[in-house]
Structure formats: C-alpha cells, structure tokens
C-alpha cells in the first residue's frame, strides 16, 4: 500500500476489523494517521474513533482471543 493513500489503509483496516482482526486493524488504522497526508483530516479522524471502538470491544471481550 502506499504509504500515503489513506483510502487504502482505511479499507485494509475495515476489513480486517470485518473479520474479528481488532489488533491487526488497529495497526492498520495507526498506520494510517501516521502517514496519511495532514490534510486528510477526514480519514484521520474516523480513524481515531474507529481505534477507540475497537480498542472497547477489546477491552469488553468481544474481541480476538
């Protein structure tokens, strides 16, 4: 992926989270406010409150065992 499309980390990061991969998606989506352009705000953002979503339904134990 390139490391600047943000669309494509995001897409990866649904994915994986679609399939119960919760710490691999959080990668993904950390990777993605990491090196998306700054002005990709939009993604960056939806990233981060995916990351809390996610981080949650670890923490409750709907996550990977």
Partial sequence: ???EDATAF???G???A???LLYEAIEVFENLINYAPPQDTGHIEK???IIKQLR???ISGQ???
């Fill in 18 to 20: 679609n399939k119960g």
């Fill in 1 to 3: 992926i390139n490391q």
């Fill in 47 to 49: 990233a981060k409150d």
């Fill in 56 to 58: 949650e339904k670890l």
């Fill in 14 to 16: 649904a994915a994986l």
């Fill in 63 to 65: 996550g990977q065992t």
């Fill in 10 to 12: 995001f897409n990866l």
